[in-house]
């Protein structure tokens, strides 16, 4: 039983596109009731559509800015942004030439443009006359629109402009917005069994390399991203292992998985390497160290002995994600995680590519750290590559978000 509320109850990134109808009055509505609902909503008009609702009106309702232009915001690349950070599209009105457009890919606009760059689902309501409705070219439009997954609510029976009726009319609001979240809810339940059966072992959390008994050698990962991903895959059905490396008890609790405690890169190392031999995935989120003391002591070094400089010798740590792929069986699917400092985004790509080069596991995920991002964050960025340095896919977000987009990824590897 699909629960048509169940996506009013987070919010969502919603783009509304208007297009130049005269049922444009009417998308007014779909924008207030999702507003009301607590979604972040996006208007993205048609120039013809402005004929009919004004941009301050729009603006208005949204609580967001509105344009037509691909001009706009051009250091965003703001077609490609709203598409990505997208959880659903609405078009309401869906006049004939939208619905050719779209069926046809044409991107002239901010609106076409941005259909492209979207992998949200996508809900139309056309609005025209019974004839346009009817007609051999906007029946195969709607086809082809059907056969790659849009979904259309309407048209319904009903007066229209002039002294006209029949079939043609837009969908009223709210039913137009409680079919969107239904079929929103749909692609999630489909989403949570994906990966039923499937043995995932996920890294997370940050290793500590200890010199004495107190102190050590750590970062700052909290293990919020690998636990993310832990915590989405079960919810699709995988059974979850998860090696957690100083992660608070508390962050755990709730995820269906079974956890084993490491603390140092050598711990982590066996735990995942046992794990893996029976895994069909392997998520390595951890932010292992790259070194550790030489010399562990047994007592606690003290500063008096050891002047005003101090001088710790390291070694270097073994390569989970190169060793892992090394030994990677056939069908097993390897996800490596690079977390970069370098604020500019070609320029970590290429860092990435170079990782993947030497490491070719099936997925490496780049994300943006540093002193306000990426570690001890609710929020993260990221960029996935494949093998040959091709990026996959980009996305920013919620760590939650972020776990749902590499999990997508991992399941369409699986099949």
Known sequence: MIDVNAAAERSLTVIVGITGGIAAYKAVGVVRDLVKRGHEVHVVPTEGALRFVGLPTLEALSRNPVTTSVWDDVSEVRHVALGRRADLVVIAPATADSLARMAHGLASDLLGTTLLATEAPVVVAPAMHPQMWEHPATRANVVTLR???VHLVGPVVGALT???????????PEDIVTAALAVL???SETRRGDLSGVRVVVSAGGTREPFDPVRFVGNRSSGRQGLAIAADAAARGA?????AANVEAGLTAG?????VPVGSALELAEAVHAAAAEADVVVMTAAVADYRPAEVLAEKLKKDAQGERMTLELVRNPDVLADLV????????IVGFAAETEPDRDA????????????????LVVNHVGWTAGF????????????????????????????TAVLDLVATALT
């Open 239 to 243: 059974v979850v292992t998860v090696v």
């Open 185 to 187: 809810d749909r692609t």
């Open 162 to 172: 002039g002294d006209d009726a029949g079939i043609g009319r837009m969908a009223e």
């Open 348 to 363: 970590r790509v290429e860092l990435g590519r170079a990782k993947i080069a030497r490491k070719p596991a099936d997925l």
């Open 376 to 403: 001890e964050r609710e929020e993260n960025a990221i960029e996935v590559l494949v093998p040959g340095g091709a990026v996959v896919r980009e996305t920013s977000g919620t760590k939650a978000e972020v776990a």
């Open 147 to 149: 056969e790659r997954g």
């Open 326 to 333: 090394a030994a990677r069986r056939s069908g097993q699917v």
């Open 255 to 259: 995820i269906d998985a079974t956890v």
